[in-house]
């Protein structure tokens, strides 16, 4: 059974950090790509970025410079570091196992987490 737990979410001023981690089970972890999925209210989910099984990372446009994905394969465990946080970094994020991933392409797996909730408010 493949379990994702995420955690580290809450609330943090304009400007500041905070770390997710996602704790894998029930798969290979480190030969299996991750990604990192928001969602804001009232939109879709989207791809903030994710990394491969080799550690090759790729990010969405509005995180790049911001945000850091790392994985620890001897824990099981793939991180989000999320620096400078804006306001519209407000949304629940979700980690994911990939079914494919590569250094320019990420394709999502069933596997979820069941998300940790980040707010960025002043």
């Known amino acids: 059974q493949v379990q994702l737990v995420e955690s580290g979410g809450g609330l943090v001023q304009p400007g500041g950090s905070l770390r997710l981690s996602c704790a894998v089970s029930?798969?290979?972890?480190?030969?299996?790509?991750m990604g990192w999925y928001r969602q804001a209210p009232g939109k879709q989910r989207e791809l903030v970025g994710y990394?491969?099984?080799?550690?090759?990372?790729n990010y969405a446009d509005s995180v790049k410079g911001r945000f850091t994905i790392s994985r620890d394969n001897a824990k099981n465990t793939v991180y989000l570091q999320m620096n400078s946080l804006k306001p519209e970094d407000t949304a629940v994020y979700y980690c994911?196992?990939?079914?494919?991933?590569?250094?320019?392409?990420?394709?999502?797996?069933?596997?979820w987490g069941q998300g940790t909730q980040v707010t960025v408010s002043s």
């Open positions: 029930g798969i290979p972890f480190s030969g299996n790509g």
């Open positions: 994911n196992v990939a079914r494919y991933s590569s250094a320019i392409y990420y394709t999502p797996t069933e596997f």
């Open positions: 990394i491969t099984s080799g550690g090759s990372t």
